[in-house]
């Protein structure tokens, strides 16, 4: 599986999953510093750059007015973006469903960060105090925070939620060792290449599939 990486504002487009030939759009953000956190299946980009969170589509960067600072961490294929709202220095998950904001936050706990959300409404993210002191992952369907504890594992990250409820992410260990994680709905389970350095899951698809990178002797390679 060929997977290329962006940086800075190029967009790829391949007409099979395996495919080596690709189409690249520049998107042209120069004067704001824009970085994408999603896409969905009709091509709608969400993003942050120095003017907020935004949705790019046909051209045009729609910035979202959620009543505060709007960090857009992802966007399923029904156009609802999922992120993070602050206001008056506390972090709030946020559900952004063409104008309409809903907001929840973690009982007792300063910092409720939201990135991914799935096509049943899912989203997952993570709960902390105001520094990286306690650090918990958690999945919200609506109504409840779900708190999700991998074992032996501290200061986890999500990085990616199917149609299944499948989450990838990272973790670091009690001896400081970056772990890559698929949770399968129930258990957690590690997902390291022992031939290389450095692994690092960059998401999956609603099949289960995982997509990563590593680096080895010969450097960075796909899989």
Do not use: K
Not at 160 to 174: P, R
């Amino acid at each position: 599986m060929r997977h290329l990486m962006n940086i800075g504002l190029a967009l790829f487009i391949s007409s099979s999953l395996y495919a080596t030939n690709y189409t690249f759009t520049t998107v042209d953000d120069r004067n704001s510093g824009a970085n994408f956190t999603g896409i969905n299946d009709a091509g709608q980009i969400v993003g942050n750059n120095s003017l907020g969170g935004f949705i790019y589509s046909n051209g045009s960067f729609n910035y979202i007015n959620a009543g505060g600072s709007f960090y857009a961490g992802g966007i399923n294929n029904s156009g609802v973006v999922s992120g993070t709202l602050t206001v008056a220095a506390v972090d709030m998950g946020a559900i952004v469903d063409h104008g309409s904001v809903r907001t929840f936050s973690t009982p007792g706990w300063l910092r409720t960060l939201a990135s991914q959300i799935n096509d049943t409404g899912i989203v997952q993210g993570y709960y902390t105090t105001s520094g990286p002191v306690s650090h918990y992952l958690y999945t919200y369907d609506g109504s409840a925070v779900n708190t999700l504890v991998p074992p032996w594992a501290t200061f986890p990250f999500p990085y990616g939620i199917n149609n299944s409820g499948q989450m990838v992410g990272e973790y670091a260990t009690a001896a400081n060792t970056l772990v890559q994680f698929f949770y399968d709905g129930t258990s957690f389970h590690e997902i390291n290449n022992p031939n290389c350095y450095i692994t690092e899951i960059t998401g999956m698809s609603n099949s289960g599939i995982v997509f990563s990178y590593y680096y080895g002797a010969n450097g960075y390679s796909d899989f």
